[in-house]
């Protein structure tokens, strides 16, 4: 299947959920990383296996776009989310936060564009002084963008009933730290399957207290390009210096999170 929402010679199969590209588009590394090493964030530890959970396709693009993508220091990224359980818990990726790089005074921003399926993003910004953990839940689908704020761990999950393709442009150099997370085994909810729906449930290792869970929504932005039509890769290519935001967001900080709408979620219960 083409995957035409990305606007790029991008080809997944739908049996094994790997991509394949054409056309001179190339891709610089791939890695598959499997269930058991998710087991640091996993509701069931023990649940892991060898079987991918997700697969990573490193800086995708066209050769004549490489000097562009240096000189806004941006790459663009693949990620494939397998579909299945994993000890009743949906696939999904690690889940990270960005890490603050020399020189700058907030961590970096990222875009995400889903391209095939259903994904829920689970965001959560650092609690800071408050000592709050707010847990945002974001359901997009194929075509839909969100900007996820710098200080915000992010965590995306497949929720729909076959492969979740996502892609992301985001700061080349900049790196993730993934210690935040696991140190509380994952984010402050998972999102499981019982009896053919989706729940999501809270994640014992947080103070249910000091917890505020959320339903969000994205509000589209012309000026930071989420509004665009095109899909994120051919967006950037035509107008770069929409995508300034994602080298540095302090000035953008309040404008990137002005782009999500959010009201209390009420969680399933546990188990
Ligand atoms: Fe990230």
């Known amino acids: 299947m083409k995957l035409e929402r990305s606007g790029l010679p991008i080809f997944l199969d739908e049996a094994t959920s790997l991509l394949s590209f054409a056309d001179g588009l190339v891709c610089e590394e791939s890695a598959a990383k499997s269930t058991a090493k998710l087991a640091p964030v996993l509701l069931d530890p023990q649940a892991g296996t060898d079987e991918t959970a997700f697969d990573f396709y490193k800086n995708v693009h066209f050769p004549k776009d490489e000097a562009l993508l240096k000189q806004y220091r941006l790459r663009f990224d693949i990620t494939v989310v397998h579909p299945g359980l994993v000890g009743g818990e949906r696939k999904k990726t690690t889940g990270h936060i960005h890490a603050m790089m020399p020189g700058k005074t907030t961590p970096h921003a990222e875009l995400y564009e889903v391209l095939s399926g ?20 974001v359901t997009l689908r194929a075509g839909e963008k969100i900007i996820v704020p710098a200080n915000c761990a992010h965590c995306t999950v497949n929720a729909g009933s076959g492969t979740l393709v996502f892609d992301n442009l985001v700061l080349e150099s900049g790196a993730n730290d993934y210690g935040v997370i696991q140190a509380h085994k994952g984010m402050a909810a998972f999102v499981i399957e019982r009896d053919g729906a989706l729940r999501l449930i809270p994640n014992p290792q947080y103070d249910p207290a000091a917890t505020d869970y959320k339903k969000g929504a994205v509000i589209q932005s012309a000026a930071l390009g989420t509004a665009d039509p095109l899909p994120t890769y051919r967006s950037f290519v035509q107008s770069p210096d929409t995508y300034r935001y994602l080298q540095d967001p302090t000035p953008y900080n309040e ?14 219960a546990e188990g």
């Open 118 to 137: 259903t994904a829920i993003y689970l965001l959560q910004p650092d609690p800071g002084p408050s000592g709050r953990t707010e847990l945002i839940a």
């Open 255 to 268: 404008a990137i999170a002005a782009l999500l709408r959010t009201e209390p979620l009420t969680l399933d």
